[in-house]
Nanobody, 125 residues
Framework: QVRLVESGGGLVQAGNSLRLSCEAS????????MAWFRQAPGKEREIVAA????????NYADSVKGRFAISRASGESTVHLQMSNLKPEDTAVYYC??????????????????WGQGTKVTVSS
């Protein structure tokens, strides 16, 4: 059972950056596809970014393309989300998720079986 712990959330002004991290509890983390989702108050949880188990494939929501970058290093149990040029509409709780999916970066929520508790990001205007 994979346990995921997010960190790095906080309060920032629009235009600034934050880096979120997600640490997995298992050494077999390298075989899991990973993603970041977010949920704003009163809204559905939505995909932000995804990365394949190999790290060779990434995928992003249109709203964050060019501003956010998901990454993972081979042999490490951590995946990061670098968020730049943050906007007030990026305000949400950000969740890390893991999947045994073995294809390209997966953005569909139902493929993800393991979830962290979330970290809150608030962007002020």
């Amino acid at each position: 059972q994979v346990r995921l712990v997010e960190s790095g959330g906080g309060l920032v002004q629009a235009g600034n950056s934050l880096r979120l991290s997600c640490e997995a509890s298992e050494r077999s983390f390298d075989s899991y596809a990973m993603a970041w989702f977010r949920q704003a108050p009163g809204k559905e949880r939505e995909i932000v970014a995804a990365i394949s188990w190999s790290g060779d494939s990434t995928n992003y929501a249109d709203s964050v393309k060019g501003r956010f970058a998901i990454s993972r290093a081979s042999g490490e149990s951590t995946v990061h989300l670098q968020m730049s040029n943050l906007k007030p509409e990026d305000t949400a709780v950000y969740y890390c998720a893991a999947s045994t999916f073995t294809g390209t970066a997966q953005t569909v929520r139902r493929y993800y079986s393991y979830w962290g508790q979330g970290t809150k990001v608030t962007v002020s205007s």
